[in-house]
């Protein structure tokens, strides 16, 4: 019954207050830079940050996890390649500290990477109950784990400006469907798809668990998905990771074909790539209006050269380890459009290497909207790279900016991550009409909002998700709106002030 009423809360929550933001003071804000990290749940980073909605505020409800069977689990194991992971201890039902006793391990190291996958985190969510992080997860209990995030440089600027502890993945799962909901607030369509890459789910809209499934207390969940099927919805939109048409892309040009192309039939591994899309974007709407734009990616010039390279050894893309970047092909939402297709103008004006962009903060020629996209090394995405390099190099970014005293006085820059990494959070994402959709929201993800314009020292409890920055960019430069922004999460102007 206690489930059944907090549920019922949360579909009755008031709307979002607003901040009284005219247009004439948001035209103050000339630039704004949008930087987008990589897999990590609010109460994972910021479920210590004092005064914030954080782990302190989850009952005991909320931090139980139970198994498919709806029983609570006895005790978490972490699972690794099935079987219990012999580097750490099983532990109590509930969120758990990484970086403290019995674990204690550091924020620099390489550490597990729970899956995130959009039937996965939807079936993880239960409702709003939280309470299937573990059960639906192929790392058993570490999707119960946190830190404490004061040790992090960005932790020290979400004290010294705003931090949105109400801000939500804007789509269920994984990095792909999060990035393109960044540019469009849609799911890519891909209506030809094959049929061994479309999901089949079970009666419930879950996915179907193998007959030998063990119980979550036994080992990971096993369901009808490898990985390549699931990619696709029954009806043609592409959920999880599915790789451009465009190189660079993680499937290789045919030798003696077109370079800048990849393999129409794909590879076992990735499967086909995604055809290319025409959906409308913010891209296309700040160029409608003329406001000057860039997508900066890490890596991009020399994944770029290396993409059209079919039978070399990789290097850069997906390619982890010393001295690799380790860029990532599917976080670059734009690169799977015909707008941006190899030779066109477009891709040449707008779609430029990380470089550039510290270029453009050190002689103030950033454009009117910037998106930053690190390389694979410096996103913080668990399983490849670790907390600390990532928090060092946006901060880096961060300090820049803010030497540039003219640049810095007129730009706000918000700092988010894509989705939340199959970690735990025990917020409830907002549904019910005008807050959710077939999409999502997803699990609530940590949004700091930095720079003269941001609140100083001030927590937004704001209700927010990815499609809030389109919304207040579309505001802020008089856009036409895309029809995918929901329509009663905020649009980031309670953290402002502009007087």
């Known amino acids: 019954m206690k489930r059944l009423l907090a549920a ?28 987008y990290a990589e897999n990590r749940s609010f109460d994972h980073l910021y479920g210590l940050f004092p005064g914030a ?30 079987k219990p992971d012999a580097r750490f201890p099983m532990l109590p039902n509930g969120p758990f500290r990484i970086d403290a006793p019995p674990l204690n391990r550091g924020l620099d190291e390489v550490l597990p990477s729970p899956i995130h996958a959009f039937f996965h985190n939807r079936e993880q969510i239960n409702g709003g109950h939280n309470d299937m992080f573990v059960a639906m997860s192929t790392v058993g209990g570490w999707a119960m784990g946190y830190v404490d995030g004061s040790k992090l440089k960005l932790w020290q600027w979400a004290t010294e400006f705003t931090l949105a502890d109400n801000f939500y993945m804007g789509a269920f799962g994984g990095s792909f469907l999060n990035h393109q909901y960044l540019v469009c607030a849609c799911a890519p369509t891909f209506p030809n798809a094959p049929y061994d890459i479309r999901v089949t789910l079970d009666t419930d809209g879950h996915l179907r668990k193998k007959p030998d499934s063990p119980p979550a207390t036994q080992g990971p ?40 192309l990849a393999d129409p039939k794909g590879d076992p591994r990735s499967g086909p790539p995604l055809p290319p899309q025409t959906a409308r974007t913010i891209a296309d709407t700040l160029s409608a209006k003329g406001v000057d734009w860039a997508w900066y990616s890490g890596a991009w010039r020399a994944a770029e050269a290396e993409g059209g390279k079919p039978l ?162 579309t505001r802020r430069f008089a856009l036409e709106p895309l029809p995918g922004v929901r329509a009663r999460v905020g649009d980031l102007t309670a953290a402002l002030s502009l007087e």
């Open 8 to 35: 019922a809360l949360a579909l009755a929550a008031p709307l979002p207050a607003q901040a009284q933001v005219t247009d004439a003071n948001l035209a103050k804000i000339k630039h704004v830079l949008v930087i």
């Open 53 to 82: 909605n954080g782990i302190a505020n989850a009952t005991d409800e909320q931090k139980i996890q139970r198994g498919h069977d709806g029983q609570p689990l006895p005790a978490l194991t972490v699972w690794r390649d099935g």
């Open 221 to 260: 969940v096993q369901v009808f998905v490898d990985g390549r099927s699931g990619q696709v919805t029954s009806d043609g939109y592409a959920v999880n990771t599915t790789q451009p048409w465009y190189q660079p892309s993680g499937v290789a040009p045919i030798p003696g074909g077109d370079p800048t």
């Open 312 to 473: 070399e050894a990789r290097k850069v893309i997906y390619k982890p380890g010393e001295g690799s970047p380790n860029f990532q092909p599917h976080h670059q939402p734009l690169n799977y459009y015909v707008r941006f297709a190899p030779g066109t103008a477009d891709r040449a004006k707008y779609l430029r290497d990380g470089e550039d962009l510290l270029a453009a903060i050190a002689d103030g020629s950033l454009p009117q909207v910037a998106f930053y996209k690190p390389a694979g090394v410096n996103t913080q995405h668990p399983s490849y790279t670790d907390l600390m390099r990532g928090d060092a190099h946006i901060a880096d970014l961060l300090t820049r900016l803010r030497a540039n005293q003219k640049l810095w006085g007129e730009t706000l820059v918000i700092v988010t991550y894509d989705e939340n990494g199959g970690f735990w959070d025990h917020a409830a994402p907002p549904s019910g009409e005008g807050w959710g959709d077939r999409w999502g929201p997803g699990t609530r993800i940590p949004a700091l909002l930095i720079g003269p314009f941001a609140k100083k020292g001030h927590i937004d409890h704001t209700s927010y998700d990815t499609g809030s920055i389109i919304k207040f960019l």
